[in-house]
């Protein structure tokens, strides 16, 4: 569990002291950690995050694959028993923490057996937000050389596959989210109806992930924290209200 530890690396390290500091800021705001390899989620961070309300319940965490023989061919120190303690230990720490990662496929020496291995992974885990990129040679590097090339029309199937089972998952979660409040920081209101406004809860970071769409939200101007109630669930968004 090396990334439960402090490693080498001080960037890690210092992040909890920052947290703890901006913490202390007086005022109604919230902090989004994104794009945080496994290794930074020590102990202490995981801990800070569950008990400080200020700090958003999601984690960022490029995973790029599971398979280890995949992992070594792209020098990631992590291996998929390493992405595991960490999946356990966040939702230890945090039951509702929403975790969003992302997946290259079609990735040189990718058979077969290896793409099922990242497609039962996804399908087993339901990630909250999950992004498919399908590898692309780039001249000049040493993946453009490796053998077992993965042909174009073989990516593109995996792509529409992974994507069509994570978009299962996610309509799924947010349709057991429906009856629950949440924060939502509003960020607008739409052209046509002004008393629909949309914007975000705490499992949404901006422009990657789903909306949080808040009906008779008039009142309420952009970068005021709404509590709304969830009325209905979709694949990438959410409709809700305000609650009384």
């Known amino acids: 569990m090396r990334f439960l530890r402090h490693p080498a690396d001080s960037r890690p390290a210092q992040l909890v002291p920052l947290l703890k500091e901006l913490v202390k800021i007086d005022g109604n705001f919230r902090i989004r950690l994104l794009y945080s390899y496994p290794k ?87 990630l909250d937000h999950v992004g498919v990129f399908v590898y692309s040679p780039e001249e ?10 993965v042909p174009d029309e073989i990516k593109e199937e995996r792509f529409n596959d992974l994507m069509a089972v994570q978009a299962g998952i996610s309509e799924e979660i947010n349709k057991a989210s429906e009856g629950l409040e949440y924060e939502v920081l509003l960020e607008g209101h739409d052209a046509e109806d002004p008393t629909l406004g949309y914007g975000r809860s705490e499992r949404e970071a901006p422009d990657i992930d789903g909306t949080v769409y808040v009906e008779n939200a008039g009142g309420f101007g952009i970068g005021e924290f709404v509590r709304v109630k969830i009325l209905q669930g979709f694949c990438y968004d959410r409709m809700s209200e305000v609650c009384e």
């Not at 000049?140 to 090339?149: I, K, L, S, V």
């Open 40 to 126: 930074n989620f020590t102990a202490d961070l995981i801990e800070l995050m569950a008990s400080e309300p200020k700090i958003c319940k999601y984690v960022d965490i490029p995973l790029q694959h599971v398979n280890d023989q995949i992992l070594q061919s792209m020098l990631r120190p992590d291996r998929r028993k390493d992405i595991e303690t960490l999946m356990v230990a966040l939702k230890n720490a945090m039951p509702d923490v929403a975790i969003r990662t992302t997946f290259i496929v079609g990735l040189p020496g990718e058979t077969s057996e290896i793409y099922e291995e990242l497609r039962t992974f996804v399908s087993e885990k339901r």
């Open 140 to 149: 000049n590097t040493p993946a453009a050389e490796f053998p077992a090339q």
